[in-house]
């Protein structure tokens, strides 16, 4: 069986274990059912996930003239806490910024390799935790817009990470942590301007992952160098392919990529 598409981030299904949907332009392929198949990626060409031409990927898919321009890959995106759209202040489009940032978001703790304090869209949750890899989460506060929600990670960043080791996570190997005993602790550094909306009840979401073997040593596919890979898939964690070789292929990382994808 062959499929062609241009990649982008793979959709999920929150279930025991987590489904995965890797989402051509005419294909919808369930990832799960491939687990234990042999898989070949072929590089084809780059398709911008904005313009949908031809040019080199830069960041989050979109060209390097896409990036710098348009208000879906703003700087408010990575740093929730330079938001502005709830003073009226626009950075490329105020429209789109009023529609995104001002809206529920959730701050959370999630356990992916060591503790980590994120933040979320409300209707994110819980597929942020998801492409993240965390195998735990529990939330920290609701607040009811963008920048509040980058002020309180601000906050506890100085006193838990904000980062996931990437490789760890693939391997599985975490830090064990009692996330609710964290979430008290952090409790004391939220800024008073936010203090109202910590969420007391909240109970840890487990999150199951569709793997077989995890990866010994790890090996990232750069596939635009390579052009082409052969391997067995033997699990699917974050936005990642893991492959019996320990060779690993990051869906998200190669966004806007175009691929021809074959299974025997």
């Keep these: 069986m ?9 959709q999920t299904e929150f279930a025991k274990p987590i489904q995965y949907y890797l989402n051509f332009e ?11 198949r042999k898989l070949t990626l072929n590089f084809e060409k780059y398709e911008c996930l904005n313009c949908h031409l031809d040019k080199e990927i830069y960041r989050q898919g979109f060209c390097k003239s896409c990036f710098f321009e348009i208000p879906t890959a703003g700087d408010w995106i990575m740093r929730p806490e330079l938001s502005t759209a709830h003073l009226d202040i626009e950075d490329r489009d105020l429209e789109y ?15 992916s390799s ?9 209707r994110q949750v819980p597929t942020r935790w998801i492409d993240q890899g965390a195998i735990q989460a529990v939330e920290i506060a609701e607040v009811p817009n963008r920048y509040l929600a980058g002020v309180i ?3 506890l960043k100085s006193h838990v990470s904000d980062k996931t080791n990437w490789r760890k996570m693939l391997q599985n190997l975490n830090e064990d942590a009692d996330l609710l005993e964290k979430k008290a602790a952090l409790k004391q550094y939220i800024p008073e301007e936010a ?17 077989l073997m995890y990866p010994q040593k790890i090996k990232s596919l750069n596939l635009v160098k390579a052009q082409n890979y052969t391997g067995v898939l033997k699990g699917i964690k974050g936005q990642y392919l893991m492959f019996e070789d320990n060779t690993v ?8 990529l175009v691929v021809r994808l ?3």
């Design 2 to 10: 062959m499929y062609q598409g241009v990649l982008t981030k793979m």
């Design 26 to 36: 005419d294909d919808f392929l369930n990832m799960n059912q491939l687990l234990d």
């Design 97 to 111: 910024e009023k529609k995104v940032q001002l809206q529920p978001h959730i701050v959370y703790l999630a356990l």
């Design 114 to 122: 060591e503790v980590k304090v994120g933040v979320t869209r409300k």
């Design 153 to 155: 990670e601000v906050a």
């Design 195 to 211: 203090r109202d909306y910590y969420l007391s009840n909240r109970e840890i979401v487990e999150l199951d992952f569709p793997v």
């Design 249 to 256: 292929f990051n869906i998200r990382g190669n966004e806007g």
């Design 262 to 264: 074959e299974i025997s």
